[in-house]
Structures are given as C-alpha cells and as structure tokens.
C-alpha cells in the first residue's frame, strides 16, 4: 500500500471523527458513537496498513489490535486487554447504532471521544 492510500485512510478516519464531533454537539449521539467507532476502526486499520501492508477484514477491534501487537509489540497488545470493556462496548455500537434503536447519552459518548484520543497517541496519531 502507497503512503497516499495510508494518508487517505487516516485523513477518513479523522473525518469520521469530525462527524461524530458534529452529531455529538448537535445531540445526536447514536450517531456520534458510531461514527467514534468507526473512526477508532479506520485508525487501526491505517496502522495496520503501514506495518504490514493489509489488514484483516473484519470489524472486530480486538481482532485488529491483537494483530497489530503481533507485529506492533506487546505495548499494544496489553492496551487491548486493558481497554477490553471499551472495546467490546465499540462492538456493540457498530451493531446497534446501525442495526436497532438504542439511546446513547452524552457522557457514554464523551467517554468514547476520550478513548479515542487514547488509540491516537496508542498508534502514534496525535
């Protein structure tokens, strides 16, 4: 993969993020989790991308990390672990916001935006 096909997915992911931003200040905060959501997911694809040139296709973020620590090291690996409640919750977003109606509330979503900024300095992002 070209560094500009790297660039792009980070620059989707940081868009992804300016939209749950967006949803989050006008309310709207089903959609402000999922787009958090997939923002952490197109982070770590992007990271994946650049050590290894692919990444798997799922949306499983415990999946992608865990594959990143076997290149990436242990550091990444122990973030996962330690962060396995907010990551499975990001699951449940993905599927729920999309899939059935779920009221998401303002701190569950200025929660997410903080984990998120946690992944960015994780993956060398911010």
């Given amino acids: 993969m070209s560094d500009e096909e790297i660039k792009i997915f980070q620059e989707k992911a940081d868009a992804f993020l300016d939209t749950g931003m967006y949803n989050f200040k006008k309310k709207r905060y089903d959609?402000?989790?999922?787009?958090?959501?997939?923002?952490?997911?197109?982070?770590?694809?992007?990271?994946?991308?650049?050590?290894a040139g692919e990444f798997p296709r799922t949306h499983n973020l415990v999946v992608l990390l865990n594959e990143l620590a076997k290149i990436n090291g242990k550091e990444i690996g122990k973030f996962a672990k330690d962060n396995l409640d907010v990551l499975?919750?990001?699951a449940d977003v993905?599927?729920?916001?999309?899939?059935?109606?779920?009221?998401?509330?303002?701190?569950?979503?200025?929660?997410l935006f903080d984990f998120v900024?946690?992944?960015?300095?994780?993956?060398?992002y911010d």
């Fill in 88 to 90: 499975t919750k990001l």
């Fill in 94 to 111: 993905y599927i729920t916001s999309r899939y059935y109606t779920r009221e998401f509330y303002e701190e569950e979503v200025k929660g």
């Fill in 31 to 51: 959609l402000a989790a999922f787009h958090i959501e997939q923002a952490v997911q197109l982070y770590v694809k992007t990271k994946l991308l650049e050590v």
């Fill in 117 to 124: 900024q946690k992944i960015k300095v994780l993956l060398e």
